[in-house]
């Protein structure tokens, strides 16, 4: 059964702030399917490149050679150019004399007398091996004898150390097919047969444009409400990556008729057009209503089962794509590279992607939504005999997930998680993988960037892994690090950290730091008073909006210490880091919460302290003796 690429999602009538729902959402392979029926088979432009410009480039045709490559025959070594007859019975303590001939065979210099038996030319590596000849002997392997002589002491084979004309390329040869990708190697054989400009397939030109009310280009003021353009950037980078030749528009409101007329304008000046946002089905998103009036069949997918990137949007109009990418950053880059980088490559004649991968095991369990495809970025670490792929996703919005990832694996479809202990496939983000020197998983703290700059200074790969105390505890048990910072507190013992030690660990002392809340320092209720009596202040105000930390965290132990069986507003709201605490409270977002004291200070926050802790790190005994650990 074919499918009419002209079959769009079904969308309902909306007003107001009512979100429409995604009433046909495709698997990720019709969608494709979809959106190549409606561009190929389709002729590859070409253009005429001087060699010089050809690199990355993507050869139009078939190339022969002008000429034969060496266009003669050449001595391959210094020596004597002569006849293998002449010297067959020499050899140690029997060498035989040859005259020589009054000429010396340099580089560029044509032979103007032949080699007669019982004669040798000196010639140089490269010089043209002269008429009659059929072997070059070393020099190192002949004696001088006397004026106009040379003693040859081992006997040669016709066609030593001679390249012969056409014996490295003959002319009319094959040097490159149609679809070859120029990299060094092939421009060096071109230039050899004195190929100066060669056809390529033109690149695709791909206007890159963002949408939305809230974008601010980089560079410039970040207004109330407002965040920088990082689409634009990225997904220009990642065309130019796939041999795209990038027009980046910059960024436009949600206005329907300006946007139409930027669009237009793009599609007549360009291959295709490549957008971000507006691509949901609310009443601001606009880009995929006016995509459907810019030409036939317009839109072929509209919302696609996978995670990130369910809204993507994908178009043909008068046989040229336009691509709706989904806002967020990470949702918009595993679409491009999945969905998109593949149809833009074949439309430029690249060959597609050869993706490195590789086999790790999943320690921890990564749920999954059923029915979507789903993309899981993670940090490789070496284990004990093998690799080891933490999931180091931030959502769908966060730009640093990429570039703190080594890769990514493919949660199928038809399952709902990933079990703890799978082995799985990693697709790399580049060829080379590098395993850290130095893997250290557990909490985080500021002072831990300062300690290990050193080491990366000298050249060590350190991986720091922020899953808090009880996640790197577990992971040090596991024998996934080599170190796990830690700053719990057990009653029991009125201490730190070495109760929680079990075998195979060792306690390496850290630094202390202080723990307090943080509040604006205008706030009354926290303003001039104890940590305890500002907790009870905040506790008596309903409006009082506190924020918390995650599960498994140290400071999350020591605030639920600190509140008891109290359960204020804005408990639930768990971030991940110190510095997110202290977002929180510096936007109005919250009105409290805990941190620690340079966090406190370089966000301009008040500041009471709770508790003194010890910042310390669980050591894997069998790691003990690695040099990165020693140098930590």
């Not at 391959?76 to 060498?95: E, H, I, K, T």
């Not at 002072?447 to 105390?469: F, I, M, N, Q």
């Not at 907790?535 to 009082?544: F, N």
Request: with cysteine.
């Amino acid at each position: 059964m074919t499918t009419d690429p002209r079959d769009a999602p079904t969308e309902t009538a909306t007003t107001g702030l009512d979100q429409q729902q995604f009433l046909s959402i495709l698997s990720r392979e019709e969608a494709l399917q979809r959106f190549e029926a409606a561009l190929f088979p389709r002729p590859l432009p070409r253009e005429t490149v001087a060699l010089a410009d050809a690199l990355g480039r993507v050869s139009a045709i078939d190339i022969l050679s002008p000429i034969d490559v060496p266009p003669f025959d050449r001595a391959n070594v210094d020596g004597f150019a002569l006849r293998a007859a002449d010297v067959a019975a020499s050899g140690q303590g029997r060498p035989v004399r040859l005259s020589l001939n009054a000429e010396t065979l340099a580089c560029g210099v044509a032979p103007t007398l032949p080699v007669a038996p019982g004669t040798a030319t000196p010639i140089a590596t490269g010089g043209v091996v002269p008429r009659g000849a059929d072997a070059v002997v070393m020099v190192e392997h002949t004696e001088p004898a006397g004026d106009g002589g040379v003693e040859i002491r081992r006997p040669a084979a016709p066609g030593q150390f001679v390249s012969h004309a056409g014996s490295d390329m003959a002319a009319g040869e094959l040097l490159l097919r149609a679809g070859t990708v120029m990299g060094s190697r092939e421009i060096g054989m071109l230039a050899a047969c004195g190929i100066a400009e060669i056809p390529v397939t033109r690149r695709v030109r791909v206007a890159v444009l963002s949408t939305g009310d809230e974008l601010v280009q980089p560079g410039e003021p970040l207004k109330p409400a407002s965040v920088y353009d990082t689409n634009g950037a990225i997904v220009a980078a990642a065309i130019s990556e796939n041999g795209g030749d990038v027009a980046r528009l910059g960024a436009f409101p949600d206005d329907e008729a300006g946007l139409e007329a930027v669009l237009r304008a793009a599609l007549a000046d360009s291959d295709m057009v490549v957008l971000s946002g507006g691509t949901s089905k609310g009443a601001g998103d606009v880009s995929h209503r006016i995509i459907d009036r810019l030409g036939a069949p317009g839109i072929v997918a509209h919302g696609v089962a996978l995670k990130p990137g369910k809204p993507l949007c994908l178009a043909v109009c008068d046989g040229k794509p336009v691509v709706i990418l989904p806002g967020f950053p990470t949702s918009a880059m595993f679409t491009f590279h999945d969905m998109v980088a593949p149809v833009l490559r074949r439309m430029g004649g690249l060959p597609p992607r050869t993706e490195t991968q590789v086999t790790a095991r999943v320690p921890l369990r990564i749920a999954s939504e059923l029915g979507r495809t789903e993309f899981a970025m993670v940090s490789l670490v070496q284990g004990e005999g093998e690799l080891i792929a933490y999931p180091t996703g931030k959502g769908s919005g966060a730009i640093t997930s990429f570039t703190q990832a080594d890769g990514f694996l493919r949660i199928e479809a038809l399952a709902d998680h990933l079990p703890a202990g799978t082995e799985a496939s990693v697709t790399l983000f580049t060829p080379s993988l590098r395993i850290p020197d130095l893997v250290i998983i557990g909490s985080h703290c500021t002072g831990l960037d300062r300690v290990l700059a050193p080491l990366a200074d000298e050249g060590r790969a350190v991986r720091t892994l922020a899953v808090g105390s009880l996640g790197g505890l577990a992971a040090a048990k596991r024998g996934e690090c080599d170190l796990a910072p830690i700053h719990l507190f057990d009653p029991r013992s009125d201490s730190y950290n070495e109760p929680f030690l079990t075998e195979g660990l060792e306690l390496v002392p850290g630094w202390r730091r202080m723990q307090g809340i943080v509040f604006r320092e205008s706030d009354p209720r926290f303003a001039g008073r104890s940590a305890d009596d500002a907790v009870a202040a905040a506790l008596a105000d309903p409006d009082c909006l506190m924020v918390n930390r995650n599960q498994g965290a140290g400071t999350r132990i020591l605030i639920d210490r600190l509140l008891g069986t109290a359960r204020p507003d804005g408990y639930w709201n768990q971030p991940k880091s110190h510095n997110a605490v202290a977002a929180a409270v510096v936007q109005g977002r919250a009105d409290w919460g805990v941190t620690i004291a340079p966090v406190a200070k370089a966000a301009g926050l008040g500041f009471l302290p709770l508790a003194e802790e010890s910042y310390d790190f669980a050591l894997v005994t069998a790691r003990r003796d690695r040099p990165a650990v020693q140098a930590f």
